[in-house]
């Protein structure tokens, strides 16, 4: 039979599934923590073991071998433009769009303190906008000149005005920097181009960053590591919501992705007004949106979760516990493996998750501001209305474990007390129930057809 080995080396655990392609149905998932810091391949084969316990592998030929990867701290990226509102947020969406984990964003000229600090915050790519095309070309010459004296060993994308593109290529090519020039993130006010730049970032990590997280000797067992896992999570989610050539998509989705670390969410969403009168107000937004809430995680993230939020807002979702919210959260930093098997546990659990869900939702969706003129009230939106979005999908250990997760991704839903924020209304929710996003986003890349079919059959009804 001919099978693929898709293969995710997590932060924390390397996750291996083996799809039967001609059947399009998942064989097996195995997972084991993994081995970054010594040998990534002790992770992977620490799985890969467990695997052979699940299915007969010498009826299964392997003829693609492929992974994802966010170990060692996965894509870490600094974005650079000249407004921050403007060039150098749509740096940053472009980097997290390629799946990237943002370091900082700076804008204006960089002053040499600034450019230290981007030194010691140990970049894996630095992405280098600012300006519209035929706009501002001051701002980037002058971080371009500070880049070239200050960085010689970090891969450089160039996505700023094009008009400077010949200049910033001579500077960086006689510092001996390597870059790769692409196509402007802003080439006209308020209009975002950011598919060139997540495009360029890919090849780099490729090229160079697989390699600096000493992952070269995986690279020799398997077809390539393709991309960063978040950018594998959002190549689905595209994949499942537009569908193929041959295969109609679902529809506009969200995907939450609540982690230990980190909640993600994903939207693909034209996130045009949807209430007549309403008009669009500041920088336009990415057909396929990501961002990433690093203060929003079960374990590593637990006491910054406890912080955002509040006690009061915890025990709105878990009332009766018998737990010191701030201490409980303090455990769970202090736990990071730790795994609820008691009642109380599991309710507080998925009272995070419920916290986490509801207020990334409020960070992802946009925003209904009312603005007071002479002609009366004026409702301007700022960011994507997702009120009328299809589908609403969670994946992340809580959710999956869970036996409730529609209570959990319920949180994510409108919420008549904050009307402001636009989350969608009454979405169907489903989870991904296998695990099996990541892999299907590499999948996706030889086998969209196939992709899609099998994420139609696994992710499910909550």
């Known amino acids: 039979?001919?099978?693929?080995?898709?293969?995710?080396?997590?932060?924390?655990?390397?996750?291996?599934?083996?799809?039967?392609?001609?059947?399009?149905?998942?064989?097996?998932?195995?997972?084991?923590?993994?081995?970054?810091?010594?040998?990534?391949?002790?992770?992977?084969?620490?799985?890969?073991?467990?695997?052979?316990?699940?299915?007969?592998?010498?009826?299964?030929?392997?003829?693609?071998?492929?992974?994802?990867?966010?170990?060692?701290?996965?894509l870490k990226m600094i974005a650079i433009g000249l407004v921050p509102e403007l060039t150098a947020e749509a740096a940053k969406r472009a980097a997290l769009g390629a799946g990237a984990r943002?370091?900082?964003?700076?804008?204006?000229?960089?002053?040499?303190?600034?450019?230290?600090?981007?030194?010691?915050?140990?970049?894996?790519?630095?992405?280098?906008?600012?300006?519209?095309?035929?706009?501002?070309?001051?701002?980037?010459?002058?971080?371009?000149?500070?880049?070239?004296q200050y960085i010689k060993d970090v891969p450089i994308v160039v996505a700023g005005n094009k008009n400077a593109q010949d200049e910033i290529d001579d500077i960086l090519n006689d510092a001996h920097v390597y870059h790769k020039?692409?196509?402007?993130?802003?080439?006209?006010?308020?209009q975002i181009n950011v598919e060139p730049a997540r495009e360029v970032i890919r090849e780099i990590f490729m090229e160079k960053i697989v390699e600096a997280k000493g992952m070269k000797r995986a690279e020799e067992f398997i077809s390539g590591i393709l991309m960063p896992t978040p950018a594998?999570?959002?190549?689905?989610?595209?994949?499942?919501?537009?569908?193929?050539?041959?295969?109609?998509?679902?529809?506009?989705?969200?995907i939450v992705d609540i982690g230990g670390a980190?909640?993600?969410?994903?939207?693909?969403?034209?996130?045009?007004?949807?209430?007549?009168?309403?008009?669009?107000?500041?920088?336009?937004?990415?057909?396929?949106?990501?961002?990433?809430?690093?203060?929003?995680?079960?374990?590593?993230?637990?006491?910054?979760?406890?912080?955002?939020?509040?006690?009061?807002?915890?025990?709105?979702?878990?009332?009766?516990?018998k737990y010191d919210v701030e201490e409980r959260c303090k455990f769970l930093q202090a736990n990071v493996n730790f795994i609820p098997k008691e009642e109380e546990d599991i309710e507080f659990d998925e009272a995070l998750g419920m916290v986490a869900t509801e207020m990334a939702m409020e960070r992802h969706v946009g925003l209904i501001e009312s603005v007071y003129t002479p002609m009366g009230i004026i409702y301007s939106q700022v960011g994507k209305d997702l009120l009328n979005v299809r589908y609403l999908i969670g994946t992340g250990g809580v959710i999956v474990h869970s036996r409730n997760p529609k209570k959990i991704l319920s949180a994510g839903k409108f919420n008549p007390d904050t009307p402001n924020y636009l989350k969608p209304m009454n979405p169907e929710i489903l989870v991904d129930k296998e695990y099996i996003l990541s892999a299907m986003g590499l999948l996706a890349e030889k086998?969209?057809?196939?992709?899609?079919?099998?994420?139609?059959k696994y992710i499910v009804k909550a």
């Open 1 to 74: 039979m001919d099978a693929a080995l898709l293969i995710d080396f997590g932060s924390t655990y390397t996750k291996l599934t083996a799809v039967d392609l001609e059947n399009e149905e998942i064989l097996a998932t195995a997972k084991d923590l993994t081995t970054v810091q010594t040998d990534i391949m002790i992770g992977f084969n620490n799985a890969f073991e467990k695997l052979k316990e699940k299915i007969d592998l010498s009826k299964v030929n392997f003829v693609e071998k492929l992974a994802c990867s966010s170990a060692a701290g996965g």
């Open 102 to 148: 943002i370091l900082g964003v700076y804008s204006y000229e960089l002053t040499k303190h600034e450019m230290e600090e981007i030194v010691k915050k140990k970049p894996d790519i630095i992405l280098l906008a600012g300006g519209t095309d035929g706009g501002n070309k001051d701002c980037i010459l002058h971080n371009a000149k500070l880049i070239a």
């Open 181 to 190: 020039i692409t196509e402007n993130v802003m080439p006209r006010l308020n």
């Open 232 to 254: 594998a999570v959002l190549k689905a989610a595209r994949i499942l919501a537009d569908g193929t050539d041959k295969e109609e998509g679902i529809g506009e989705l969200i």
């Open 262 to 321: 980190t909640t993600d969410v994903h939207s693909i969403a034209s996130g045009e007004p949807s209430k007549a009168g309403v008009t669009l107000r500041g920088l336009q937004e990415p057909y396929a949106k990501r961002t990433v809430e690093g203060d929003l995680g079960m374990r590593v993230s637990a006491v910054s979760l406890w912080e955002a939020a509040g006690t009061r807002r915890i025990k709105k979702f878990v009332p009766n516990t």
């Open 447 to 456: 086998y969209p057809d196939k992709a899609i079919r099998i994420m139609k």
